[in-house]
């Protein structure tokens, strides 16, 4: 009797005894990382969907009815998708336009950030046969043409196009060479920059391809050492323009597949420009190019005949500070075209006819449109996501194309994303929240729910076996009478009598904010395993980040950093004046452009941050590429206190506090250049600091064990220094 009581007293303790977070669980079993709705896609006809169905013994392209989810019928096992014996990945798949093919890709190989090549396959659902699009190398960019006859690709620096009835390959290209000229494919800086690698488009009728020729050869080059175990190591060179240096000569081609002959568009006689995008119009015969000064703050939008190749100016935004690439223009039928525009301070739309006369503004408030999500036009309605519900949230809404009859369509405050399927009849709903994990839903145009396509429900009982911080939000206003926004994150068993260390964390870059009410798994358990070992985690997106309108994102032009740095350390300030918090000890750590804002809080605000961690940080502009660096400071010579005035390396002899560095040898974004730099300048002053390279990696500094080693190394500093 004695034995069973104790075992009654013992066991609810057990059982409602709550897991310790771990770095094991963050960074290398990725145990709360939330799964996501891979393999559904909706078919052409916006009736119908396709998902990837698995049992025990294979996998099954399934298609699949929108509207009730039957099953309609089995369109590809995986046991028929191999080439030469060997099997293929069905989650590989994308279809061919008129999708009685898919493409399937194996042996991926990434080169930048939006940049890979592979093996990629075609298979006929009706022949239910396999063909490689190419066997002299691996691919990149493969484009079905509009009538899915005919396959675009890049290969070695040069352009092809694959028949697929007669399996002829036709080179469009013929002068691509390694680090000096690449067709189709964007120079380093534009791909990282202008947020795109492939640089060429099909015409509707299938019969022109267009792309950009990026001529490198005045780019200077930069040489980074790989280690791999042999006697010398060896030497990665590629084309990267730092601030103010020369860039890839630009020019913009069109391919008639007929004829066989390649016009040259005119894109004017200034060849110290940019091309970040072209595309064709509804029109077959018109191409659409936009063109950038090199200052960034003319964008110009050119027509351009591609029988002849000469083009028109149809569209001008200009700024005194600059203008953003987007992905927003859209073409309403032949009668027009929709762009979007921060000229009124904030970011909306406007429709133009064809000839650049604007029509209506779409959007208007003082809100920014975040995405154009679509256009209807059958019945002129177009989708968007908005700051309307203030920064840290995105909403979607509707509107007519004359900017009347606006509805919101998302019902729940948070991040929503729709993306809507062709026909605008139904949409898949990505909703979550600072402390919910992503739920994505199928619902009809009129916000009924078909499907549920992922809840996450796993994870969510999961977390209940944890204990917590939630995130939540607040405002304060700074000295200067600024508001800016905020989230904290308070420790495990929180004693508002008790004082806290603040370990603050921020990105702070030009138009990217980390305020946001959205799931953020990875810095949410981690700042929560800091929360467990008895930290306050706070983040405060300071001037320069979006959603807020043009005047408090462009606030940062020519001086990037010192807005940001006084936003941060009056961020301190405000926080360490919180009766539970100890305000001798408040660090602060970011990556990328974080860890160039780390180095400069650990310097200019030597008296409010007594550690600091940067990671990959930039530490003087004048290394960092040209598009973003000069997009925010114009060159160097044209700006030379904006970049020695808030750069890094020139206040280490402020630093008071403890100091920790991080790199990745192999980053070919922000160059191991910057930390090595800032080292010097650390050693000349007499500064101690810890240092940690790591081999091979890249920007983003991963790989097997490699986020837990930082992280170790990071928890370790914070415990020993803060």
Same mark, same amino acid.
């Given at each position: 009797?004695?034995?069973?009581?104790?075992?009654?007293?013992?066991?609810?303790?057990?059982?409602?005894?709550?897991?310790?977070?771990?770095?094991?669980?963050?960074?290398?079993?990725?145990?709360?990382?939330?799964?996501?709705?891979?393999?559904?896609?909706?078919?052409?006809?916006?009736?119908?969907?396709?998902?990837?169905?698995?049992?025990?013994?294979?996998?099954?392209?399934?298609?699949?009815?929108?509207?009730?989810?039957?099953?309609?019928?089995?369109?590809?096992?995986?046991?028929?998708?191999?080439?030469? @014996?060997?099997? /293929?990945?069905?989650?590989?798949?994308?279809?061919?336009?008129?999708?009685?093919? /898919? &493409?399937?890709?194996?042996?991926?190989?990434?080169?930048?950030?939006?940049?890979?090549?592979?093996?990629?396959?075609?298979?006929?659902?009706?022949?239910?046969?396999?063909?490689?699009?190419?066997?002299?190398?691996?691919?990149?960019?493969?484009?079905?043409?509009?009538?899915?006859?005919?396959?675009?690709?890049?290969?070695?620096?040069?352009?092809?196009?694959?028949?697929?009835?007669?399996?002829?390959?036709?080179?469009?290209?013929?002068?691509?060479?390694?680090?000096?000229?690449?067709?189709?494919?964007?120079?380093?800086?534009?791909?990282? #920059?202008?947020?795109?690698?492939?640089?060429?488009?099909?015409?509707?009728?299938?019969?022109?391809?267009?792309?950009?020729?990026?001529?490198?050869?005045?780019?200077?080059?930069?040489?980074?050492?790989?280690?791999? @175990?042999?006697?010398?190591?060896?030497?990665?060179?590629?084309?990267?323009?730092?601030?103010?240096?020369?860039?890839?000569?630009?020019?913009?081609?069109?391919?008639?597949?007929?004829?066989?002959?390649?016009?040259?568009?005119?894109?004017?006689?200034?060849?110290?420009?940019?091309?970040?995008?072209?595309?064709?119009?509804?029109?077959?015969?018109?191409?659409?190019?936009?063109?950038?000064?090199?200052?960034?703050?003319?964008?110009? /939008?050119?027509?351009?005949?591609?029988?002849?190749?000469?083009?028109?100016?149809?569209?001008?935004?200009?700024?005194?500070?600059?203008?953003?690439?987007?992905?927003?223009?859209?073409?309403?039928?032949?009668?027009?075209?929709?762009?979007?525009?921060?000229?009124?301070?904030?970011?909306?739309?406007?429709?133009?006819?064809?000839?650049?006369?604007?029509?209506?503004?779409?959007?208007?408030?003082?809100?920014?449109? &975040?995405?154009?999500?679509?256009?209807?036009?059958?019945?002129?309605?177009?989708?968007?996501?908005?700051? #309307?519900?203030?920064?840290?949230?995105?909403?979607?809404?509707?509107?007519?194309?004359?900017?009347?009859?606006?509805?919101?369509?998302?019902?729940?405050?948070?991040?929503?994303?729709?993306?809507?399927?062709?026909?605008?009849?139904?949409?898949?709903?990505?909703?979550?929240?600072?402390?919910?994990?992503?739920?994505? #839903?199928?619902?009809?145009?009129?916000?009924?729910?078909?499907?549920?396509?992922?809840?996450?429900?796993?994870?969510?009982?999961?977390?209940?076996?944890?204990?917590?911080?939630?995130?939540?939000?607040?405002?304060?206003?700074?000295?200067? @009478?600024?508001?800016?926004?905020?989230?904290?994150?308070?420790?495990?068993?929180?004693?508002?009598?008790?004082?806290?260390?603040?370990? &603050?964390?921020?990105?702070?870059?030009?138009?990217?904010? #980390?305020?946001?009410?959205?799931?953020?798994? &990875?810095?949410?358990?981690?700042?929560?395993?800091?929360?467990?070992?008895?930290?306050?985690?706070?983040?405060?997106?300071?001037?320069?980040?979006?959603?807020?309108?043009?005047?408090?994102?462009?606030?940062?032009?020519?001086?990037?950093?010192?807005?940001?740095?006084?936003?941060?350390?009056?961020?301190?300030?405000?926080?360490?004046?919180?009766?539970?918090?100890?305000?001798?000890?408040?660090?602060?750590?970011?990556?990328?452009? @974080?860890?160039?804002?780390?180095?400069?809080?650990?310097?200019?605000?030597?008296?409010?941050?007594?550690?600091?961690?940067?990671?990959?940080?930039?530490?003087?502009?004048?290394?960092?590429?040209?598009?973003?660096?000069?997009?925010?400071?114009?060159?160097?010579?044209?700006?030379?206190?904006?970049?020695?005035?808030?750069?890094?390396?020139?206040?280490?002899?402020?630093?008071?506090?403890?100091?920790?560095?991080?790199?990745?040898?192999?980053?070919? !974004?922000?160059?191991?250049?910057?930390?090595?730099?800032?080292? !010097?300048?650390?050693?000349? !002053? !007499?500064?101690?600091?810890?240092?940690?390279?790591?081999?091979?990696?890249?920007?983003?500094?991963?790989?097997?064990?490699?986020?837990?080693?930082?992280?170790?190394?990071?928890?370790?500093?914070?415990?020993?220094?803060?």
């Amino acid at each position: 009797m004695k034995k069973t009581f104790l075992l009654l007293l013992i066991l609810p303790a057990f059982i409602f005894a709550q897991e310790k977070l771990t770095l094991e669980d963050i960074w290398v079993k990725y145990s709360f990382y939330p799964k996501t709705a891979q393999g559904f896609n909706v078919m052409n006809d916006g009736l119908h969907y396709v998902d990837v169905t698995t049992d025990d013994k294979s996998s099954t392209l399934t298609k699949f009815e929108l509207k009730t989810g039957k099953k309609i019928k089995e369109l590809v096992k995986s046991a028929d998708l191999t080439f030469n @014996g060997k099997a /293929l990945d069905i989650n590989t798949y994308q279809f061919s336009p008129n999708e009685d093919k /898919l &493409m399937l890709n194996e042996e991926m190989e990434a080169i930048y950030r939006r940049s890979y090549k592979a093996n990629y396959f075609i298979y006929d659902m009706v022949t239910k046969k396999t063909t490689q699009l190419s066997d002299k190398g691996k691919q990149m960019f493969p484009l079905f043409s509009p009538d899915g006859k005919k396959v675009a690709f890049v290969r070695d620096n040069n352009l092809f196009i694959k028949t697929l009835a007669s399996g002829a390959e036709t080179q469009v290209t013929e002068d691509g060479e390694k680090n000096k000229i690449k067709n189709g494919w964007a120079d380093w800086v534009y791909e990282e #920059e202008f947020s795109k690698a492939d640089y060429f488009d099909w015409s509707s009728n299938s019969q022109y391809l267009a792309y950009v020729k990026f001529d490198e050869s005045r780019v200077k080059e930069y040489t980074m050492d790989l280690y791999k @175990g042999e006697l010398y190591p060896e030497k990665y060179t590629f084309k990267y323009p730092k601030a103010g240096e020369d860039n890839s000569i630009v020019s913009v081609h069109i391919y008639d597949e007929l004829s066989k002959k390649t016009v040259t568009a005119d894109i004017g006689t200034n060849k110290d420009i940019y091309i970040p995008r072209i595309r064709f119009t509804n029109n077959p015969l018109v191409l659409s190019i936009q063109r950038l000064n090199r200052l960034q703050n003319k964008l110009e /939008l050119l027509f351009t005949d591609v029988i002849g190749g000469k083009g028109t100016v149809a569209y001008t935004d200009e700024s005194k500070t600059y203008v953003d690439i987007t992905d927003d223009l859209t073409f309403v039928g032949t009668k027009g075209f929709i762009i979007s525009s921060e000229k009124d301070n904030y970011n909306h739309l406007y429709y133009y006819d064809l000839s650049g006369k604007l029509i209506n503004q779409i959007t208007s408030g003082n809100f920014d449109v &975040m995405e154009f999500k679509g256009y209807d036009e059958p019945t002129n309605t177009l989708f968007y996501s908005s700051t #309307e519900n203030g920064a840290i949230n995105r909403d979607v809404y509707s509107i007519k194309l004359t900017g009347k009859d606006k509805k919101r369509l998302s019902t729940k405050e948070g991040f929503n994303n729709f993306e809507f399927t062709n026909g605008f009849k139904y949409y898949i709903s990505d909703y979550s929240n600072a402390n919910t994990p992503n739920v994505y #839903e199928l619902r009809n145009i009129d916000g009924k729910l078909v499907k549920t396509l992922e809840d996450n429900a796993a994870l969510n009982t999961k977390l209940k076996n944890y204990t917590l911080s939630p995130r939540t939000f607040f405002k304060f206003k700074t000295s200067e @009478g600024v508001e800016l926004n905020g989230w904290m994150m308070k420790p495990h068993n929180f004693d508002s009598t008790k004082k806290y260390p603040v370990y &603050m964390y921020a990105y702070g870059g030009p138009g990217s904010n #980390e305020v946001n009410n959205s799931w953020d798994p &990875m810095e949410y358990f981690w700042h929560n395993l800091l929360n467990q070992e008895g930290y306050m985690v706070v983040c405060v997106d300071g001037r320069g980040t979006m959603g807020r309108g043009r005047e408090f994102k462009h606030s940062t032009y020519l001086q990037l950093g010192k807005l940001e740095t006084v936003d941060q350390i009056e961020t301190a300030k405000h926080i360490g004046n919180l009766s539970c918090v100890d305000k001798t000890r408040i660090g602060f750590q970011g990556w990328s452009f @974080g860890g160039y804002m780390a180095g400069l809080m650990i310097s200019k605000g030597a008296d409010v941050i007594k550690a600091a961690i940067s990671v990959a940080p930039v530490t003087n502009w004048k290394y960092y590429d040209n598009i973003y660096t000069e997009r925010f400071m114009r060159k160097p010579q044209d700006n030379k206190s904006g970049y020695e005035d808030n750069s890094p390396v020139n206040f280490t002899k402020n630093i008071k506090g403890k100091y920790l560095l991080i790199h990745g040898a192999a980053d070919d !974004n922000v160059h191991l250049q910057n930390s090595m730099e800032m080292a !010097n300048a650390l050693v000349k !002053n !007499n500064i101690p600091f810890d240092f940690m390279i790591y081999p091979n990696k890249n920007h983003g500094i991963s790989g097997g064990y490699t986020r837990y080693h930082i992280f170790n190394k990071i928890l370790k500093f914070v415990k020993e220094n803060l």
